[in-house]
């Protein structure tokens, strides 16, 4: 049967090569057009507490955001005239500079901040507009929208890049290690062709993270090149034999099915365990690059026959010798100290387990630069992250008391013997003035009227003793819609009613004392909703960057573990599978999560926080991909046990067959990760690379030594048993 399909697949190659090209040639325009989502929210269940309110805070508020602008050295009327500038643009709801906050002074200069709060608008084309707006001064525009715009500029300058310097280091490696100086061309063809494809149907989806769409090219190319690598040197070694090129592509395809695809089931399996998370941002992952991974398998399967029988003059007139690895060497040395490598390798691999166990994640980038706008204002004036609070409201008295005994016991909250919250903005705060019920007497003295002519005014509303202040504020501008003073303050009542009030809820602003990254932020939030419950039951919603992370540090204790016992569990099957051996099965999967360990551990004893998407995207990469080196080598060193031959010889065979294959898959991978790394400045982006670089590492290092050891000790206790 495989003999058959693969006699079809080269018999056709002409035919299938032309369809694949015109298919990536349609799929190269469409990659413009997929939609990248920089939002991470979007990701979390919809049942946490961060969606819940999202979704009440949309129906009763609209999206509602906020800039930082950071003026440095302004006298008092400029400052004056730029936040009024501000203040008149259509999208800006409320511009304010508070004298008191919103000064910092660093080596003499003094920095001045305005808080923008948004209307529902286009806040990145505003965001855009506010830094063409002063060209005569040194500013910057911070806020979450602006960090996006940040991290968006930043890809698009840093992948492209990125991506070339991969493909440079891949072709570079397939040059040393390949045994036609055109192999490299043939096999960058193939994946090419394969990433467009990938690439270009993510238009599927309605959108991708920035994280996927930065990532995606570079580990297809990297998790899925060792798939050429097979199938190319099964048919050189055929037609070294003496087959013509084309039996020779035909058996090589039979004899290549069962290990190409039984590597990229693994890899996708590892990939498709993070579909698994809570925190969805891992579906969006977990899809996309195991859909890469396939199409790559298949375009291997479907276009690497035509490449190669195209090339096969090009490819004979290159042929070199290829690089001495010195195999053999290790193989001796593996095999005189099988037993101590085995023992020395499995224990730094337990104790490994149990270091890693005490890492530090985080859920967070609470590290700052001065790269970007956004970063420059973090580092001079902090990062404000507010929590919204809503809780149901109306325009009653008895509404505002309520609100008031909240605030009040919000105020007095303490936690490790601080203070849980530095400000409250809301209502019954900001605009606590317009809800005093003022006497005749005192409007007077406010106002500058005769007492005589406001009780005249009282009666002639039908106030009685005393009333509200904002009811005044109403009645006096109908009265006077003239006076510049009442207008001033109708428009700075109503916006506070915009920002404060919904149609059922009421909205309060609290920032913490405690950043959203340190220990007793969780605690916070806990004993604040345990308050807002007090006073209005269940009925009470937070959101905020701070009620985010909070929501995703608890979704990740379970993601945790199911994504790890998911990836390990269909590892193990398709292993035990393709082998038919549960004990050997074993061994190989002990190999890789031993180094996944032991790339783990290095953090903890460097104390070095994990952020915590990082950590999960490495698990499953680094197990759903190292475990293909690991069943390559074992392969191998099964075929030369199977033909009789003696466990020295077979794993000297082994290392021939396997290692060009695996240093040279490897080495791109550690490459690759290390690429992106270095070059990406995204600190979610560049901490996937430098872990799954550190990762690939011991991957490679322990599939070349401590499986040989296991194999060939394991071998001699089932010989000595006969």
């Not at 190669?308 to 010195?326: D, E, Q, S, Y």
Request: with cysteine.
């Amino acid at each position: 049967m495989k003999e058959k399909i693969a006699g079809v697949i080269v018999r056709r190659r002409v035919v299938i090569f032309i369809a694949a090209v015109i298919l990536a040639a349609v799929c190269a325009p469409l990659i413009a057009r997929t939609r990248v989502n920089y939002d991470l929210t979007r990701y979390l269940s919809k049942d946490t507490m961060t969606r819940r309110a999202l979704t009440v805070m949309q129906e009763e508020f609209g999206t509602t955001e906020q800039l930082r602008v950071m003026f440095h050295d302004l006298d008092a009327g400029r400052l004056a005239e730029y936040t009024e500038r501000m203040q008149s643009l259509p999208q800006v709801q409320l511009a304010v500079h508070d004298p008191g906050e919103d000064v910092r002074e660093r080596d003499g200069v003094i920095y001045q901040q305005v808080t923008l709060t948004l209307n529902e608008c286009d806040a990145a084309a505003l965001v855009e507009e506010l830094r063409g707006m002063f060209p005569e001064e040194d500013y910057a525009v911070g806020g979450s929208v602006a960090a996006q715009l940040d991290v968006q500029k930043s890809l698009g300058r840093e992948i492209p890049l990125a991506l070339l310097l991969a493909v440079a280091v891949v072709i570079a490696v397939l040059l040393l290690t390949s045994r036609a100086w055109l192999e490299p061309a043939v096999i960058m063809a193939v994946l090419v062709l394969s990433i467009l494809i990938n690439m270009g149907t993510n238009l599927i989806f309605p959108d991708v993270s920035f994280i996927t769409f930065a990532v995606c090219a570079i580990l297809q190319l990297a998790l899925s090149i060792d798939y050429a690598i097979m199938l190319l040197h099964a048919w050189n070694d055929r037609v070294t034999a003496g087959q013509d090129a084309e039996s020779a592509m035909v058996d090589a395809l039979a004899a290549s099915f069962m290990p190409i695809a039984s590597s990229a089931m693994t890899t996708a399996a590892g990939l498709l365990s993070l579909l698994f998370m809570s925190f969805t941002i891992g579906f969006d992952i977990g899809l996309v690059l195991s859909k890469g991974i396939l199409i790559s398998m298949l375009g291997v399967f479907l276009l690497m026959p035509a490449l190669t029988l195209f090339c096969r003059k090009g490819l004979r007139r290159t042929a070199h010798k290829p690089l001495r690895l010195g195999g053999a060497r290790l193989a001796r040395g593996i095999y005189r100290f099988r037993r101590p490598v085995a023992a020395v390798l499995t224990v730094a691999a337990v104790a490994a387990f149990f270091l890693q166990n005490a890492n530090t994640y985080t859920f967070t980038e609470h590290k700052y630069s001065t790269v970007t706008e956004t970063d420059r204002v973090v580092s001079l004036f902090g990062s404000v992250d507010p929590l919204v609070l809503m809780v149901p409201g109306g325009d009653s008295d008895a509404d505002f008391d309520r609100q008031r005994a909240l605030t009040d016991e919000l105020e007095k909250l303490t936690v490790d013997g601080q203070p849980a919250l530095d400000s409250i903005s809301a209502m019954v705060t900001t605009g606590a003035d317009a809800l005093k019920y003022y006497t005749a007497e005192e409007a007077a003295a406010l106002t500058g009227q005769s007492t005589l002519a406001i009780r005249g005014f009282y009666l002639l509303n039908g106030y009685g003793d005393a009333v509200r202040g904002d009811r005044l504020l109403r009645d006096a501008e109908k009265l006077m819609p003239d006076n510049a003073q009442i207008r001033q303050l109708g428009r700075a009542l109503d916006v506070a009613r915009t920002v404060f009030m919904g149609r059922n809820y009421t909205r309060m602003l609290l920032i913490m004392h405690f950043a959203s990254g340190d220990p007793q932020a969780p605690e916070t939030i806990e004993r604040i909703v345990e308050i807002c419950r007090a006073h209005y039951g269940n009925d009470v919603y937070l959101t905020g960057i701070p009620m985010s992370v909070y929501d995703i540090a608890d979704a990740f204790r379970g993601d945790l573990l199911r994504v790890n016992l998911i990836t390990l569990a269909a590892i193990f099957l398709i292993v035990a599978f393709s082998f038919r051996r549960v004990g050997l099965a074993a061994v190989l999967v002990f190999v890789i999560e031993g180094a996944i360990w032991i790339g783990m551990a290095v953090s903890r004893l460097k104390n070095e926080p994990i952020f915590f998407m990082c950590y999960l995207i490495l698990v499953a990469i680094q197990m759903g991909a190292t475990i293909d080196y690991a069943i390559l080598f074992t392969q191998q060193y099964r075929t030369e046990k199977k033909k009789g031959g003696e466990t020295r010889q077979a794993l000297a065979a082994a290392y021939s067959r396997a290692l060009p294959t695996v240093l040279t898959s490897g080495i791109i991978l550690i490459m690759a990760g290390y690429v992106i790394g270095r070059l990406c400045t995204v600190y979610y982006i560049s901490s996937i690379g430098m872990l799954l670089s550190r990762g690939a590492t011991v991957s490679v290092i322990l599939v070349l030594t401590l499986l040989p050891a296991l194999l060939t000790v394991r071998d001699g206790i089932k010989e000595g048993r006969k």
